[in-house]
Antibody, heavy 120, light 108 residues
Framework: QITLKESGPTLVRPTQTLTLTCTFS??????????VGWIRQPPGKALEWLAL???????RYTPFLKTSLTVTKDTSKNQVVLTMTNLDPVDTATYYC????????????WGPGTLVTVSS | SYALTQPSSVSVSPGQTASITCSGD??????ACWYQQKPGQSPVLVIY???KRPSGIPERFSGSNSGNTATLSISGTQAMDEADYYC???????????FGGGTKLTVL
């Protein structure tokens, strides 16, 4: 059974750096084809994809935030970490991590999400 | 960058078929998938690779993808199907993930 859970601060000041951790179980990020993505959703708005990390450490980022995002993995801890720099109040959102189906299959398991508020 | 367009809302009567479209340039050449999201909940994958249903998704959910449009169809729509629906595809040139803007399905 695959599960994922996001953790990190609930309140971040503008211009600060956000670090979110996705802790997962039920799969390994060393298995060929595996991947974990980060997606966010501002209150009342649509889903927005942020980043994706693959089993082979290949990474993809949304072109809209590419310079402020970094995604890494720690396979020994079954964790994926997303770092976002220079936060702004518009970054207030629920942040989700999700398991990517191998191939062009989408995200089949999602964490419960964590609400991050950016405010002074 | 690649973009997907969905209608903001769709209404359907109980028992009827709901169709939600997702448009993008040559979308039919890519794989599309669909998510259902109910208030306060995480998204749930209901269709992947255009027309495949994950385990546990009712057969009334189906998908198609051709030309510039992918379509999610829900036959025999029930009140429990009222939710926001998002399409998603992969921009093959950059391997970036793209979501549509979402469609609110109302079962009247």
């Amino acid at each position: 059974q695959i599960t994922l859970k996001e953790s990190g601060p609930t309140l971040v000041r503008p211009t600060q750096t956000l670090t979110l951790t996705c802790t997962f179980s039920g799969f390994s990020l060393t298995t060929r084809g595996g991947g974990v993505g980060w997606i966010r959703q501002p209150p009342g708005k649509a889903l927005e994809w942020l980043a994706l990390i693959y089993w082979d450490d290949d990474k993809r980022y949304t072109p809209f935030l590419k310079t402020s995002l970094t995604v890494t993995k720690d396979t020994s801890k079954n964790q994926v970490v997303l770092t976002m720099t220079n936060l702004d109040p518009v970054d207030t959102a629920t942040y989700y991590c999700a398991h990517r189906l191998p191939g062009w299959g989408g995200f089949d398991y999602w964490g419960p999400g964590t609400l991050v508020t950016v405010s002074s | 960058s690649y973009a997907l367009t969905q209608p903001s809302s769709v209404s359907v009567s109980p028992g009827q078929t709901a169709s939600i479209t997702c448009s993008g340039d040559k979308l039919g050449d890519k794989y599309a998938c669909w998510y259902q999201q109910k208030p306060g909940q995480s998204p749930v994958l209901v269709i992947y690779q255009d027309d495949k249903r994950p385990s546990g998704i009712p057969e009334r959910f189906s998908g198609s993808n051709s030309g510039n449009t992918a379509t999610l169809s829900i036959s025999g729509t029930q009140a429990m199907d009222e939710a926001d629906y998002y399409c998603q595809a992969w921009d093959s040139s950059t391997e970036a993930v793209v979501f549509g803007g979402g469609t609110k399905l109302t079962v009247l």
